[in-house]
């Protein structure tokens, strides 16, 4: 198998400067690390004598607005609502390409993932409505059901090669399938009232989508314009403005405008031109027109050979990454640590959750498993044992940046809001701690067959 190597441009002083940087985005870790970072900075800024300011710049007035036409609302909705829109959106295309070439692309390929996660979904929500059921913290019930796919596959990153790559597959798969239940949650459950008219003009930019898919058009921007109304109408139905990411990416094409047959002939014929260009003259392209039209015309032919998901989810993942996520666990895990901790955590809410991510989850997603496995229905991925799903249970505890997005939907009281973040905060930590011990202990135990990366 052929291995392309990355082309090395010429060293120069801004080079220098930002590889530590590159090098860092580059690591699959790295996500999960700035979450953690920002994470940790929310919740010591939000407990210091500076926790005032906290406080007042989430609830800041921002205004977007174009001609007589403005928005206004705090900072604090502008991540949750918007900038998480376009985390969904990414969510969004991460589906669609798992539905169409990944691991649910096929009945018996999707059936462990899908059953595994209907278990991790399921036995938290019971566990936390059987603590919840007739209080006031019975709407939260959703809070527990999500894994956190970037903290979770962030932690196994770490663990290195002693993690089979079956199992990275099969945890990247179970979490997909909980952030298409969360989405579902939210749009059936978290919706207290319909605008009709405003639903109607959401299904005409679906249409719209729809249509621009099927005419052919790739370029971003009709999509993105498209998205922008779909999300203000979405946000004016009463249904939760990020769906709208979810329901946008569904329809953007995931064709190839031209085959691999295609784009093998035309970039080589491209490169004999390019060759024959530079051979004649001195390699010059800013004089040479003849190189710029070859280096054009390749351009064009590997956009056309990438499809426009593809090429729209490599190029917002990064920015999903490295800021909106960021912002977002900035702008919600500051919690006050003040009062009766030991209080808090012993509500029934906060114990919910812990429950319903430490318990729930592993216990769920192997249960789950097993009646999978019986009952015929799926088989485990290769060099992966029954403690090795255990073990993945676990990680899929950590719920963080979907449960403290269920948790702003489920409850507006602010007693309510802490003791929920508590808990997950709590959880989270828990899931992920023992979910590596697990982990760590089965690797050590005996050697794993070798994996391919």
């Not at 801004?14 to 953690?36: C, D, H, K, M, N």
């Not at 403690?387 to 940046?401: D, M, V, Y």
Request: with cysteine; proline share 5%; hydrophobic share 55%.
């Amino acid at each position: 198998m052929v291995n392309p190597q990355r082309i090395t441009p010429e060293r120069t002083p801004i080079l220098t400067l930002v590889r530590p940087f590159q090098e860092f985005a580059a690591r699959e870790t790295s996500g999960g690390i700035l979450l953690l970072a920002c994470t940790v900075l929310a919740l010591i800024w939000a407990n210091s004598p500076g926790a005032h300011y906290y406080t007042v710049l989430w609830h800041t007035p921002f205004t977007v607005g174009l001609g007589s036409f403005s928005l206004s609302h705090e900072l604090h909705f502008w991540v949750n609502d918007a900038l998480m829109a376009v985390f969904f959106f990414v969510v969004g295309l991460e589906i669609k390409r798992e539905l169409l070439a990944g691991e649910l692309a096929s009945a018996r390929q999707a059936a462990l993932p899908i059953l595994a996660a209907l278990g991790g979904i399921l036995v938290p929500a019971v566990l936390y409505t059987f603590l919840n059921a007739n209080g006031p913290g019975a709407r939260g019930w959703g809070v527990p059901m999500a894994t956190d796919i970037a903290f979770a596959i962030g932690v196994m990153a770490l663990l290195g090669d002693r993690i089979p790559l079956g199992l990275k597959v099969f945890l990247t798969a179970l979490a997909i399938v909980d952030d298409i239940a969360a989405v579902l949650v939210i749009a059936v459950f978290y919706t207290a009232h319909l605008a009709w008219g405003a639903l109607g003009v959401a299904a005409f930019c679906l249409l719209l989508a729809l249509a621009a898919n099927r005419l052919g058009v790739r370029h971003p921007l009709p999509y993105a314009l498209i998205g922008a109304v779909l999300w203000l109408t979405v946000l004016q139905s009463g249904i939760h403005a990020t769906i709208a990411g979810v329901l946008l990416a569904f329809l953007i094409p995931s064709r190839t405008a031209i085959n691999q047959r295609e784009f093998l002939r035309h970039g080589r014929a491209v490169l004999d031109h390019f060759e024959r260009a530079a051979a004649t003259e001195p390699f010059d392209i800013l004089s040479d027109i003849e190189q710029q039209t070859a280096v054009e015309a390749l351009e064009d032919a590997c956009e056309k050979v990438q499809p426009p998901l593809h090429r729209l989810e490599s190029a917002l993942h990064p920015w999903v990454t490295f800021l909106i996520m960021p912002l977002f666990a900035l702008a919600n895990a500051g919690v006050s640590l003040s009062g009766d901790l030991v209080k808090i955590v012993t509500q029934p809410i906060a114990l919910g959750v812990v429950l319903g991510l430490v318990l729930g989850k592993p216990i769920g997603v192997t249960l789950f498993s097993w009646l999978a496995v019986r009952l015929g229905l799926a088989s485990l991925p290769a060099n992966v044992s029954w403690k090795h799903i255990h073990g993945a249970g676990w990680l899929a505890g950590i719920g963080f940046t979907m449960s403290l997005f269920m948790t702003g939907l489920a409850f507006t009281d602010d007693a309510l809001l802490t003791a929920a973040k508590l808990g997950i905060l709590i959880a989270s930590l828990c899931a992920g701690i023992l979910g590596s011990v697990i982990l760590l202990r089965i690797s050590s135990s005996g050697p794993t067959s070798p994996q391919l990366d």
